[in-house]
Structure formats: structure tokens, C-alpha cells
């Protein structure tokens, strides 16, 4: 059952957020510019080791869940991937609106997580990326994982990117190892550290990419985890 005041909590939490994608979020301010060069950078290192020469980038299909306005979906292109093997799911329909506009070769779609409207094992690869953590009810963040699982193939992967912790926000709750485990009980996962303390890679990337890098590689200073959840 879907928990609708909640829906409607996130739905107003990203509308805020729209707001200061001219400051926090604009991708023209060199340090959200390393913040997302920098996770796309491990992307590619973690797609590399779900890919085999008889599942390729172009060959698999990929859902975004959450997928926003179909950035990351427009990078896998990019990368290889085949337009009509991508399909994004978002709550915002302004946001689907705004993806439809600029990638009218990709399906976007209107819609809950917790309710996905796909066949079960109809998809090779799920992105998640920066949703698990802009849920706080427990209930629905496990009909989330849950539906996922379903719609995975037997061999698929989740792609996971998300804060393990983020204790301005309050919007957002803390994607631990253990929370991710106890959302995916008996599913291998292979996560690690990434993406050096926003506030930190904001100012210092305007000064020194190499010295993020240095920082980027001391574990407690990364707050977000990606890597792969296995189906099986």
C-alpha cells in the first residue's frame, strides 16, 4: 500500500530543491562539476565489472529509479548504451517532463517505486541513485527494495549511489551498510566509500582537483557508497 503523505513529503522536499540548482546543484560551478565527475569516474570503474563480453553496455537494459530529469541515463548513452534498452521512472512529473524534452529517444514514465509497472525479471541493471536516503519511512523504503528485486533478472545488479550519512540534511536518512543490508537480506552487495564531503569538494575543487583527490581516497571523508547489489 502506498504511503501517500509520504509521496507527497518527497515530491515537496525535490521541489525545493529545484530552487537552488542555480547555487548548491548547477553543474556550471566547478565544484558540483568534480562532485559529479567524480561519481561518474567510479560508475564506469563498477560498470566495468558487471559488463562481460555477452552482457554488454549496449545489449542490457537499464531502469533509473528516481531518475530525476534522465541526466544519468543521458550519460550511459553516451557511454554506449542503446536509447531504447533505457527506461527512467520518477514521482515529479515536471522532472519527467523536463527528460521526455531533452531525450525524446528514452522512456520516461510518471510514477511510484513502490508500485513499478513492469513485468518481474524484465531488467538487467536498476540505477538508484540518491533515492533509499530521501526516504524516511521504513515501510515503504522496503516496498521500494522489494519491487526492485522483482524486476530484476536473475543475474541482474543494482547500482547503487547514495549518502551513508548527511547530517545537515534533514530531509534525508543515512544509507548505512547495515540499513542497506536489512533492505536487501541475502543479496550479495560489493560497496565502497566514494564522492569526498560535498561541502568540502565544493570549495577546495575550485582550488585544487588534485588535493580532492588526495582527500577523495581517505574513506571517512567520502559520504556516499556505491557499488553493486546482486539478485543473486
Known amino acids: 500500500m502506498v504511503k501517500w503523505q509520504e509521496v507527497e513529503r518527497i515530491r515537496a522536499v525535490y521541489r525545493r530543491r529545484e530552487v537552488m540548482k542555480l547555487t548548491t546543484y548547477n553543474p556550471l560551478d566547478i565544484g558540483a562539476f568534480y562532485l559529479l565527475t567524480s561519481r561518474d569516474r567510479y560508475m564506469i570503474r563498477i560498470l566495468r565489472t558487471f559488463l562481460t563480453p555477452t552482457r554488454t553496455l549496449q545489449e542490457i537494459r537499464i531502469l533509473d529509479v528516481g531518475c530525476g530529469d534522465g541526466s544519468v541515463l543521458r550519460r550511459l548513452v553516451l557511454l554506449g548504451a542503446r536509447p531504447e534498452n ?14 521526455q524534452q531533452v531525450s525524446p529517444n528514452i522512456r520516461f ?20 541513485f540518491m533515492i533509499m536516503s530521501s526516504i524516511l519511512d521504513s515501510e515503504m523504503q522496503h516496498r521500494v527494495a522489494a519491487e526492485v528485486m522483482r524486476v530484476l533478472k536473475p543475474d541482474g545488479a543494482i547500482l547503487w549511489y547514495d549518502f551513508w550519512t548527511n547530517p545537515i540534511n534533514p530531509d ?17 552487495c560489493k560497496l565502497r566509500r566514494i564522492t569526498l564531503a560535498p561541502p568540502i569538494a565544493r570549495r577546495l575543487a575550485r582550488i585544487s582537483w588534485p588535493l580532492c583527490w588526495v582527500l577523495e581516497a581517505i574513506p571517512f571523508l567520502c559520504t556516499h557508497y556505491m557499488g553493486l547489489i546482486y539478485k543473486q
Open 86 to 99: 533505457l527506461c527512467g521512472i520518477d514521482l515529479l512529473e515536471e522532472h519527467i517532463q523536463h527528460a
Open 172 to 188: 534525508t536518512i543515512g544509507m548505512t551498510r547495515a540499513r542497506i543490508r536489512a533492505l536487501f537480506p541475502g543479496h550479495p
Open 109 to 128: 514514465i510518471v510514477g511510484s517505486a513502490e508500485i513499478l509497472p513492469f513485468e518481474d525479471e524484465s531488467w538487467d541493471l536498476v540505477l538508484m
